[in-house]
């Protein structure tokens, strides 16, 4: 019905020929897309603020769990693997800094991407309801991690401070933060598009990233027991165990080779371009799942 008036069926058909009607979930061209998506940024931050507050609310302890988690999680490695099997004295002379920056900059990743594979199939509604560029979503659970995770690194500052001292490469760390933000987002794209194709992608992640948290160094160092120069290498390889290895040259200091630095500054371009670009790719499928 155009004006009031009823379309022949002939004239929809000829006007779908001609390319004049188009799907109302179709994606735009891919720079107008990244202005749409640009224009946003305010709702982004607001949403992105405004799950804060939600979750301080439902929960007792609200963001204190961002935490907690984490801290309980250090102890418990720091009792079996420092204490029972004596991987702490092999791994660093401060194994609870050493597990503490670990396991704060590996969990920023994790949760970033599990809650990015949500961030399509829990929203269908809105997606069916309203046009907007679908990467909102990922980023935006991204923006809410990342909000999240600056107390953890009053955490790690603290921590470090007491057992290490201040040093001039504590800078560095948000640095390293934020282009690890960059390396989530793109990480949580690709999981939103995945779970749109197979819903159990949500359940598999978890025992992905527990693989990956032992072959990351989280919770041991690689240097103490990797001899062969074939496995270090392959550790570089590893973009979360790089991103792990320069957290904790900001902290403990010593030696960063360039080759960590380069390996998750392309991890990141890589990951992020492709990510955007692929979650993109797959716009108009997202309001028929």
Not at 50 to 74: T, Y
Request: aromatic fraction near 16%; charged fraction near 15%.
């Amino acid at each position: 019905m155009v004006a009031g008036k009823l379309v022949p069926m002939s004239e929809l058909l000829e006007q779908t020929r001609a390319g004049t009607l188009r799907d109302v979930h179709e994606s735009s061209k891919l720079v107008p897309y990244m202005c749409d998506v640009w224009k946003r940024r305010g709702y982004v931050r607001y949403v992105a603020t405004s799950e804060l507050k939600r979750r301080q609310v439902d929960n007792v302890l609200g963001n204190v769990w961002h935490l907690l988690n984490p801290a309980l999680q250090i102890g418990v490695y720091y009792i079996i693997f420092g204490q029972l099997l004596d991987v702490g004295d092999r791994s660093s002379n401060n194994f609870i800094l050493f597990l503490t920056v670990g396991l704060f900059i590996f969990q920023f990743t994790q949760r970033a991407t599990v809650d990015g594979a949500k961030s399509i199939v829990t929203n269908l509604g809105l997606i069916k309801a309203i046009k907007f560029p679908r990467a909102i979503l990922p980023l935006t659970s991204t923006a809410t991690e990342a909000s999240a995770f600056w107390s953890s690194l009053v955490v790690i500052y603290f921590v470090a401070l007491i057992s290490e001292g201040a040093r001039w490469q504590w800078i560095v760390l948000p640095v390293l933060v934020l282009v690890q933000t960059f390396f989530n987002m793109g990480s949580a794209m690709i999981a939103a598009r995945m779970t749109t194709y197979f819903r159990d992608t949500i359940q598999i992640l978890p025992f992905f990233f527990r693989l990956l948290l032992y072959g990351s160094g989280v919770i041991f160092s690689v240097d103490a027991y990797a001899d062969n120069s074939t496995i270090s290498w392959l550790f570089t390889a590893n973009p979360m165990y790089c991103f792990v290895t320069a957290a904790r040259w900001t902290v403990f200091g010593g030696e960063l080779q360039l080759r960590y630095v380069l390996s998750l500054s392309a991890w990141t371009v890589m990951l992020f371009v492709f990510g955007f670009l692929w979650f993109r790719a797959g716009e108009e499928q997202y309001a028929r799942g």
